[in-house]
């Protein structure tokens, strides 16, 4: 039913940016929406960010508004998750999860990648 | 934003207890209100959909149900693989917020 698998998670600064990138397989990736969801050490989920089956319309929580960007390209089968300013905060496991493919209505994360690493300290 | 509220934060039960798990909406979100479950260092697996649907593959001894405001999550017979921790997730407006998480643990 398909395969999500994020990588580009590791170290980086306080101030720095990363890029995360979730490939996918085994399903039409341009008939789907995606959601990126992340897991502080310790802590429970917290939903992070959406990007529509298009790319046109995208979403993010207030915490990251102005400093992450979520994109995605049909020819790689890839959405990505760039990330600039990194604090401490932002230390997290990062999942990316597929969007039901319902038109309208109530959604759902049907599948998710096993999450990324992202650790940011001095 | 949404805010959800589950209880307990924590559980112990025995294999084979029947468990409830409850979450609570700030405002009403219809049925748009998702499950999941979270083992250490796996990815989440998405148990119950819009509040009462079994999930593709999910055993029959899930079942959520609630709509407005208040929701549960019962696992009538635990199964030593169902120890994890539970979330719920609403989807009726942005941002989908998901509740802090109830920790399954052996009794």
């Known amino acids: 039913d398909g395969e999500l698998v994020e990588s580009g998670g590791g170290l980086v600064e306080p101030g720095g940016s990363l890029t995360l990138s979730c490939a996918v397989a085994?399903?039409?990736?341009?008939?789907?929406?995606f959601n990126w969801v992340r897991q502080a050490p310790g802590k429970g989920l917290e939903w992070v960010s959406f990007i529509s089956s298009s790319g046109v319309t995208v979403y993010y929580v207030d915490s990251v508004k102005g400093r992450f960007t979520v994109s995605r390209d049909k020819a790689k089968n890839s959405l990505f998750l760039q990330m600039n300013s990194l604090t401490a905060e932002d230390t997290a496991v990062y999942f990316c999860?597929?969007?039901?493919?319902?038109?309208?209505?109530?959604?759902?994360?049907?599948?998710w990648g096993q999450g990324t690493l992202v650790t940011v300290s001095s | 934003d949404i805010q959800m509220t589950q209880s307990p934060s924590s559980l112990s039960a025995s294999v084979g207890d029947r468990v409830t798990i409850t979450c609570r909406a700030s405002q009403t979100i219809s049925n748009y209100l998702n499950w999941y479950q979270h083992k250490p260092g796996k990815a989440p697996n998405l148990l119950i959909y819009t509040a009462s649907s079994l999930q593709s593959g999910v055993p029959s001894r899930f079942s959520g149900s609630g709509s407005g405001t208040y929701f549960t999550l019962t696992i009538s017979s635990l199964q030593p693989e169902d120890f994890a921790t539970y979330y719920c997730?609403?989807?009726?407006?942005?941002?989908?917020?998901f509740g802090q998480g109830t920790q399954v643990e052996i009794k």
């Open positions: 085994g399903f039409p990736f341009e008939n789907f929406g």
């Open positions: 999860a597929r969007v039901s493919h319902i038109v309208a209505g109530p959604k759902w994360l049907d599948t």
């Open positions: 997730q609403q989807t009726y407006s942005i941002p989908w917020t």
